[in-house]
């Protein structure tokens, strides 16, 4: 996670399942680089979100190019952005880490689900096995490495990863100041308190984040997923994923 005053960006590295990544510097690593160069690449607040992008990811692939970056487990991850500007918010969203807005009339839930579209017969064969068990374990492992066969291509889904062409498949818009009261950029590792588990709204969950902040919401989503550490009434790829969300309120 990364941001300025006005910029918010939430990045969550994809799982390798273990699996090769071409890369000796590894996820984590892919991640920090890319948050730093995207805050720096939308510096300007007139130039479009694609573009700053765009830019980082050419940066970041350009400090390894050792590295097999036509891999394709190369080391990615989904993309949430959120700037403020005078008269209206940007956002971009690559993958499934959602922008949540709030305003006059309702809340929007900004996404990008295209990977839900693909694979579906090896997430249904994961979803049937305990997490953490041998075979939940080699399931996934089975599923990653169908999903990288599709991964930034036309047939399957977009995540940042090391060619700038991916930033060009991002979902975009704005939406008018003067409409947002509150938003709240998340990793899936939050959202699933909604989306999965059902265990609140999203307007529970931005009055969560108003009157308590961002910790208080990532601790209850571990109390929720506590009470099933082996995904048999929700099942998922671990017990817990990545979590993070910068909330945003303006002064009206």
Known sequence: MAGTPTLAVVLDGLSTAGLDTGCRHGVPWYVAQLGGHLVAALAECERPL???LADA????AGLHPECDLKNPGTPSATVAILRERPSHFDHLVLADSPVILEGRSGVTVLTDLRV???CQDLRAETERFQTGTLEHRASVAKLVAAQRQIRNTQDGYWVAASTPEAAFHALTGTADADEVRSAAVMSDGVSRLVTEYRMATWEETLVKLRENGPAALIRL???????????QR???YKSGDDAAVAFCQRDV
């Open 50 to 52: 694609r573009d700053g």
């Open 57 to 60: 990811l050419g940066r970041v």
């Open 234 to 236: 929700w099942p998922r």
């Open 116 to 118: 839900d579209e693909v």
């Open 221 to 231: 989503v571990r109390e929720v997923e506590a009470t099933d550490p082996r995904g």
